[in-house]
């Protein structure tokens, strides 16, 4: 198994972060590595979704999990390996969101694959999780 771990915190509340992680759609407009995105289905367990990278080919994934408000798994099985992506929220005391992107690569290949496209997959990590941030900020707060 291959694992890596990234967190940031934003000042944004929780419900902010994930109306933005909800709105699948608009992915492109903060994450520069989605090119192009298509859902097959509302945000929910089963629901499948292909997201292209800029310049590269589309990768079909599935979401596993989703906890609304607190986190959401995705899983790309690519059949002797799966990259496996937990997107989780934390409240924090002060009012705002930790916000976790967890990846595991796993399967019979996992040991050879892992340490090639595991840091390939997780290198934009804190720029994704930073627009994330930046985009859920920008939301004007409910009441």
């Given at each position: 198994?291959?694992?890596?771990?990234?967190?940031?915190?934003?000042?944004?509340?929780?419900?902010?972060?994930?109306?933005?992680?909800?709105?699948?759609?608009?992915?492109?407009?903060?994450?520069?590595?989605?090119?192009?995105?298509?859902?097959?289905?509302?945000?929910?367990?089963?629901?499948?979704?292909?997201?292209?990278?800029?310049?590269?080919?589309?990768?079909?994934?599935?979401?596993?999990?989703?906890?609304?408000?607190?986190?959401?798994?995705?899983?790309?099985?690519?059949?002797?390996?799966?990259?496996?992506?937990?997107?989780?929220?934390?409240?924090?005391?002060t009012g705002?969101?930790?916000?976790?992107?967890?990846?595991?690569?796993?399967?019979?290949?996992?040991?050879?694959?892992?340490?090639?496209?595991?840091?390939?997959?997780?290198?934009?990590?804190?720029?994704v999780v930073a627009?994330?941030?930046?985009?859920?900020?920008?939301?004007?707060?409910?009441?």
């Open positions: 198994m291959w694992e890596y771990e990234y967190a940031a915190d934003s000042t944004a509340k929780p419900a902010a972060v994930w109306a933005v992680w909800a709105d699948v759609p608009s992915w492109p407009a903060w994450n520069a590595g989605v090119a192009e995105i298509a859902v097959d289905g509302r945000f929910a367990p089963g629901t499948r979704f292909t997201m292209t990278p800029p310049g590269e080919e589309p990768i079909s994934m599935q979401l596993t999990e989703v906890v609304p408000g607190e986190r959401f798994t995705d899983v790309m099985d690519a059949g002797d390996f799966q990259v496996t992506t937990v997107h989780r929220l934390e409240a924090l005391p705002g969101t930790r916000v976790v992107y967890r990846t595991e690569i796993t399967g019979p290949a996992a040991g050879h694959v892992g340490p090639e496209l595991g840091p390939a997959i997780t290198a934009d990590f804190p720029d627009a994330l941030c930046r985009q859920a900020e920008a939301v004007p707060a409910a009441g």
